[in-house]
């Protein structure tokens, strides 16, 4: 009795398990989404400031890393295909 109480077990613990893996994909998809809009636009709301190069944005991450002691970090925009600063 023992034995089926434990296969029963098992079962509800591998669909609670399917069940979470199912529901935290969804979950991850949306947050996603929200990083790749994100990178354009201020936590404010508004668009962030565009470098023309790479140097360009790299000398502002610089700058704003040692005047704020904040790790700061470049990366091109796949929106406006300017470079952007932002938290690394
Ligand atoms: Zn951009």
Not at 66 to 77: G, H, P
């Amino acid at each position: 009795m023992l034995f089926v109480a434990i296969i029963i077990l098992a079962l509800i613990a591998l669909a609670i398990y399917w069940l979470t893996r199912t529901s935290e994909a969804k979950r991850s998809g949306g947050t996603s989404l929200r990083r790749t809009a994100a990178s354009h636009i201020n936590a404010n709301g508004t668009p962030k400031r565009g470098y023309a190069s790479m140097d360009a944005a790299q000398d502002a991450a610089r700058k704003q890393s040692a005047s704020t002691n904040q790790s700061m970090s470049a990366y091109r925009c796949s929106t406006c295909k300017l470079f952007h600063i932002g938290h690394a």
